[in-house]
């Protein structure tokens, strides 16, 4: 099996297991992270491009927003299919990427210096923000019934306008690449025009 066939199964393979993912984490997204990754490298010049495409289509498979008590399973089962398909040799590193990149990882471990981890860490987070991510957002919020906003929040219900305090407007200044600091600054700044726009448009006297 060759590199472009391995790609092949492995974009089969996340597919399958993201149909039961909402449209912000289905496969456009991992698609996405993975042209923002190769982007990026051709930049940064930093990581080997067949682990990078791989990485990068497999760092969603254990998401725990939708694996919740079965992370574990998911995380054999990667490993599995990358060893049966000839990717062995990488999957230690595609396993440290799943198992970092996510936003609310409290207690990350592994090799945080791996320039493949930082690359499409830079890249997941990217999709996260400008308007893509807003979409994402409000996507998200209502897979979860979330309320859009909820003004004098004190009794903090989750809404997604509060996601964008919690996590969307920390997002640029935690890229870990040159290329990745230079992408957020454009989509960081929709992020405060959409806001004000909100803010605007819900506060209509």
């Known amino acids: 099996m060759n590199n472009t066939d391995k790609i092949k199964a492995a974009e089969e393979f996340i597919k399958k297991r993201v149909e039961r993912y909402d449209s912000g984490h289905d496969w456009w997204h991992i698609d996405r992270v993975r042209r923002l990754a190769q982007h990026i490298n051709v930049h940064e010049k930093s ?39 000839g990717m062995e040799e990488i999957s230690g590193r595609v396993l440290n990427v799943m198992r970092n990149i996510s936003f609310s990882k409290k207690n990350p471990s592994g090799d945080l210096s791996d320039p493949l981890f930082l690359i499409i860490q830079d890249a997941d987070r990217l999709d996260a923000i400008g308007a893509i991510g807003v979409a994402r957002a409000f996507n998200y919020g209502g897979f979860r019934n979330n309320p859009i906003w909820v003004p004098d929040n004190e009794n903090k219900v989750p809404s997604t306008i509060s996601h964008f305090y919690g996590k969307l407007l920390l997002l640029r200044d935690l890229m870990n690449t040159e290329t990745g600091r230079r992408l957020a600054e454009e989509r960081h700044t929709f992020l405060e025009v959409f806001l004000k726009q909100f803010y605007n448009e819900w506060n209509i006297k």
């Open 47 to 85: 990581a080997d491009p067949f682990a990078l495409e791989i990485s990068s289509l497999m760092h969603d498979y254990a998401d725990s927003k939708f694996a919740g008590e079965e992370s574990d399973k998911a995380y054999g089962d990667a490993m599995d299919f990358l060893e049966k398909n």
